[in-house]
Structure formats: structure tokens, C-alpha cells
Nanobody
Framework: QVQLVESGGGLVQPGGSLRLSCAASGTISKIGIMGWLRQATGKQRELVAVITTDGLTTYTDRVKGRFTISRDNAENTTYLQMNGLKSDDTAVYYC???????????????WGEGTLVTVSS
């Protein structure tokens, strides 16, 4: 019933920028915290950034100062602006959100399908 779709990934040179988008759709009642995680090949999944409904943000130290998470509650969308990209940022980026649906008032975690970000010269 709920779908999170990421977009904006691609190939970028070191030092470049990308803006990821994650749009939630479906029988949504409300959305709580939203965030981005990433997983590089052969490595464990890493939390990148989270943002509350009121706009409070938290970042991993690995991206702090380079990445900015934001959200548009009217559009059920979260964004991840990535600047100063490094090769170590190469990973599949997943959007995650706590969502209550029309069928259930309880928040459940939903994941996007992932979008690949490749940083290489």
C-alpha cells in the first residue's frame, strides 16, 4: 500500500554534487521520522542522516558538513543534498520512513528500493 521511490542517483566525479529525492505514496495517514541509509558492496548498512517531522536533523560524522537532509511534508518527500562527494560515498542509498497508513494507525518502517550513487573519476 505504501511505496517509497528514490531518485537522483548516478555517476559523479569526486568533489561533485548530487541531490537524492524520496517520495512516499500510497494509503498514507502520516509520516514520522524520515532518513537515508547507504550500503556499499561488501560493507554493512550505514545510517547517513535522519530528519524529524519538525525538521530536526542528525548526521553521521562521515557526511557531516557535506550532506544536508530536508523534507517537504506537503509532498511526502525527503531530500538528501550531497556535496563534496568522495569515492567512499559510493553506495546504494536507501530511503526509510516511519509511516502510518489508512489501514493502521501505528507507525511502521518502510524502505525504498535504493538508488545507486557512484563517485569515481
Amino acid at each position: 500500500q505504501v511505496q517509497l521511490v528514490e531518485s537522483g542517483g548516478g555517476l559523479v566525479q569526486p568533489g561533485g554534487s548530487l541531490r537524492l529525492s524520496c517520495a512516499a505514496s500510497g494509503t498514507i495517514s502520516k509520516i514520522g521520522i524520515m532518513g537515508w541509509l547507504r550500503q556499499a558492496t561488501g560493507k554493512q548498512r550505514e545510517l547517513v542522516a535522519v530528519i524529524t517531522t519538525d525538521g530536526l536533523t542528525t548526521y553521521t560524522d562521515r557526511v557531516k558538513g557535506r550532506f544536508t537532509i530536508s523534507r517537504d511534508n506537503a509532498e511526502n518527500t525527503t531530500y538528501l543534498q550531497m556535496n563534496g562527494l568522495k569515492s567512499d560515498d559510493t553506495a546504494v542509498y536507501y530511503c526509510k520512513a516511519a509511516i502510518a497508513t489508512m489501514r493502521s494507525p501505528n507507525y511502521m518502517d518502510y524502505w525504498g528500493e535504493g538508488t545507486l550513487v557512484t563517485v569515481s573519476s
